[in-house]
């Protein structure tokens, strides 16, 4: 990337490495180079979070008043099966992956991914998922309305009669995306064991890195179970198998094991790495270690071992046997351990510290805030008795979307803004960050919040229509979601201006420890000019000691002595 | 310093406390009135997660506003703060709490659910009976529900009735009297009990003020029991998505004293049975009319229930 020389800011280092296309061209080629990668994920599936988005909001108008006065009940559940598939499909892993596809190498001193080309299929997929769901708009009958986890038999209804219909194209996009997300799985791991600098051992290893190991583990284990599920289904759909058609004699229960098998662990697979992101701007905006950060890390890896017992949660009502419903309350209970240590962990971390509430802090403790509600509502939600009353109404609805929005769309804004300077060069504005995140908590309390009482006085999830009784909350909701929507614009103002009239950022503006601050922003081709050699734990904060041994630039392996304003250039 | 925070978290913490039994107390309100035995149950585990819920929430952001209102860096101070890699007791005493916390609310629950026995597949049914009486000597709190569902289950007879769901249609048959109805009706403290049946897909039987549900699977019949405790009319909801009209499947129940309930019963079988109104059919026939944007093709509801007990169109109930 040789716009890094025309930053001039550092031009011994920043050596072009030959014959590496230097413009915006190079994002819409098959680039295997894992930072064009991770923009590209970034950028893609930041488009879909708009569609995902708007269609929201007409959902979200739909339902400001009781009846059905909008759009058709038709329309109305296309818009809900397509806002989830769109957001979690098309957002939330990808933005994830794309932002760990950056981060990872950097972090582990690594030139690139352990599979480069492998790294450029998964991305390459995603567009094609993107295209099927997107398509199934326009063939007859419409996209799927069995909403984002499909069961048979509505799923298998199929009112056109049509072999191409909306429900073939949604899971051939799943079964895509799925396979997209295997073969991450595998660079991922493989990358994170194999490829790590050396010196850097286990307990040396970023707790981000811990967390998307953690995560990608989930996938490796977990996908093939809902990828089979998916198959099962489409051949049920096109070909009249009977897995789960009950008028065959197949059983519609059993899709829901797959689906769930790994469709719980999915949350872990998206909140894991914002987990991460926390356990990363943290320590550099309190300037303090990360407290704890051996359990941190390995509470992650736990997290993956009892996500996958915990499926049956979604399923209590059910008809499971009753043993089955209280081994799984249990176990999911459990999830509140190793989540409770990184959020005690992370309070230790800012207390007492340095504390510069930059955007990305204010990001981070507004997401850290949201999880601790969402994992309050999620213990409710494990008890069977509660979760019997409030299961498939609005109240998990609420829920769920303050662990993907109030945490999850929190750490990634957290991210973007963090990392911002390294990845293009420049530093976002400030100013517009705040407005940014203002508009963005008051808008997820205003949306989520409301769900919840909603919920407890019984609105089932998925209507179009309602009774009056739950119109006030409805309405708060909807104007919440209209100004969730108007705060996406300050971050797009924001990005899109600092990344083409930004001031130049330097290589450390925050005055970060890490391996990735310690290479030029953005980092050449290959990342590192030498492999750099770690030497001690990673967040050395309020110590001397340099995270790296010999390097060629001797500025850089000592932030702690480097005062200067974070608006400075780096020297 | 440290003496000030220690005084100042003490305060907030005690303070915190009374909160959080303030919102436990509060959490009654924000359900429908408990018109099953099964209810109060219910509410009394809820306000338990609510007032530790709170204590959590707070628990954990009061530290960290303290944090962003004291421990915030000058302008000009660019140094570190202490270098503080961890602590083991701390970490060792968040991590026990926790455990012995979610064992504790995992038990609270077990009671809970020991106590309403509630049925969803048939083979574990009454392995609780025997089990109830002694769960209710150790139990801390009010046993007059579980008593309620005890004295219920012990008279005869109990209500057989039959629930089918269907796109989108409820329709209730009292085999007995051989009567069919679109309108739940239920006498007041006698042990229901429903075989749920599904004619297509998968439906969900949810009734918010007695706080159950139970999905309804094709090809099985599921037994289900509770014990209405309150007169009244109550909204019974398709709580699992079942396709295109699935928010219109909606039913009332309606509680009765014993005399009432037996009245109607008699009076309906009194009726012939004729179609009964249905807002899916209403909705679908009538097409694209209705002046909403778009609409796809979507299966057609099943023909509107005949039965001998409908109540006047359209429904649309709230509790009371």
Known sequence: MTNISLEAI?????????????????????????????????????????????????????????????????????????????????????????????????????????????????????????????????????????GWWAYPPVSLQNPTGNLINGQVLWILAVAISGVSSIMGGVNFVTTIFKMRAPGMTWFRTPAFVWSVLAAQLIQLYGLPALTAGAVMLLLDLT?????????????????????????????????????????????????????????????????????????????????????????????????????????????????????????????????????????????MLASVPIDIHVNNTYFVVGHFHYVIYGTIVFGIYAAFYHWFSKITGRLYYEGLGKVHFVLTFLGTLLTFLPMHPAGLMG????????????????????????????????????????????????????????????????????????????????????????????????GLIQPSFMIQSPNSEAV | MKLRAILTLSFLAVLLGFFSLWMAQQSYSWVPPEAAAESKLVDDLFSIFVGLGTFILLGVTIPIVYSLMFHRAGKYDFSDGPHIEGN???????????????????????????????????????LHLPQLVEVANAA??????????????????????????????????YPNQNVTSTELHLPVDRRIHLALHSDDVLHGFYVPAFRLKQDIIPNRVIDFEFTPVRIGTYPLRDSLYS??????????????????????????????????????????????????????????????????YSPQPPVNSSPD
């Open chain 1, 239 to 379: 070909v009249g198998t009977s897995f789960f058609a009950p008028e065959r004699g197949g059983n519609p229960v059993l899709y829901q094991h797959f689906f769930w098998f790994y469709s719980h662990p999915a949350v872990y697979v998206m909140v894991l790495p914002v987990f991460g992101v926390f356990s990363e701007v943290l320590p550099v905006h309190a300037r303090k270690p990360l407290f704890g950060y051996r359990v941190i890390a390995v509470s992650s890896v736990l997290i993956t071992g009892i996500s996958s017992l915990v499926w049956v949660h979604h399923m209590f009502a059910s008809a499971t046997p009753s043993w089955m419903r209280i081994l799984f309350m249990v176990s999911s209970m459990l999830v509140g351990v190793p989540t409770g240590i990184k959020v005690f962990g992370w309070v230790a971390t800012i207390w007492g510290g340095k504390i510069r509430l930059t955007t990305p802090m204010l990001f981070a403790l507004g997401g850290i805030v949201n999880f601790v509600f969402a994992g309050v509502t999620g213990i």
């Open chain 2, 243 to 308: 396709g295109t009209y699935f928010a219109a499947n909606q039913a009332n129940i309606v509680v009765q004293s014993p005399a009432d309930y037996q009245q109607w019963l008699a009076d309906a079988a009194a009726q012939p049975p004729s179609p009964a109104y249905n807002q899916a059919n209403f909705e679908y026939s009538r097409g694209t009319k209705s002046g909403n944007i778009g609409g796809w093709k979507s299966v057609a509801p099943a023909s509107p229930p005949i039965v001998n």
């Open chain 1, 10 to 146: 550092d031009g011994t280092r920043a050596q072009p490495y030959p014959g590496a296309p230097d413009n915006w061209k190079r994002f819409f080629t098959f680039s295997t180079d894992h930072k064009v990668i991770g923009i590209q994920y970034i950028i893609t599936s930041f488009f879909f979070f708009l569609v995902g988005g708007l269609l929201s909001m007409i959902m979200r108008g739909e339902l400001i008043s009781p009846e059905t006065d909008l759009v058709d009940r038709t329309v109305y559940n296309a818009l809900f099966t397509m806002h989830g598939s769109i957001m979690l499909f098309l957002w939330t892993f990808p933005v994830l992956v794309g932002l760990s596809n950056y981060l990872v190498p950097l972090m582990i001193g690594a030139r690139d991914m352990a599979f480069p080309r492998l790294n450029a299929v998964s991305f390459w997929l995603i567009p094609v998922v993107g295209v099927l769901m997107i398509a199934s708009f326009l063939v007859p009958g419409g996209p799927s309305q069995s």
């Open chain 1, 459 to 554: 609105m089932p999830r998925r209507v179009a229509s309602y009774d009056p009784e739950f119109a006030y909350w409805n309405v708060v909701a909807s104007l919440g979601g209209f100004l969730l929507g108007i705060s996406t614009l300050p971050f797009i103002l924001n990005m899109v201006s600092s990344w083409i009239l930004g001031e130049k950022a330097g290589d450390n503006p925050w005055r970060a420890i890490g391996l990735e601050w310690l290479t030029s922003s953005p980092p050449s081709v290959e990342n590192f000019e030498e492999t750099p050699v770690v030497i001690a734990a990673p967040y050395g904060y309020g110590t001397q000691q340099p995270l790296v041994e010999a390097n060629p630039n001797p």
């Open chain 2, 88 to 126: 083991t007791l701390l970490e060792v005493i968040w991590t026990a709490v926790p455990i012995v916390l979610v064992l504790g609310l995992s038990t609270a629950s077990y009671r809970t659910y020991d106590k309403m026995s509630i049925q969803g597949p048939m083979e574990l049914v009454h």
């Open chain 2, 140 to 173: 801390p709190f009010d046993n007059t529900p579980q008593k309620e569902i005890e004295t219920a289950q012990e008279s005869a007879p109990i209500e057989d009735i039959d629930v089918t769901a269907k796109q989108w249609s409820w329709v209730f048959r």
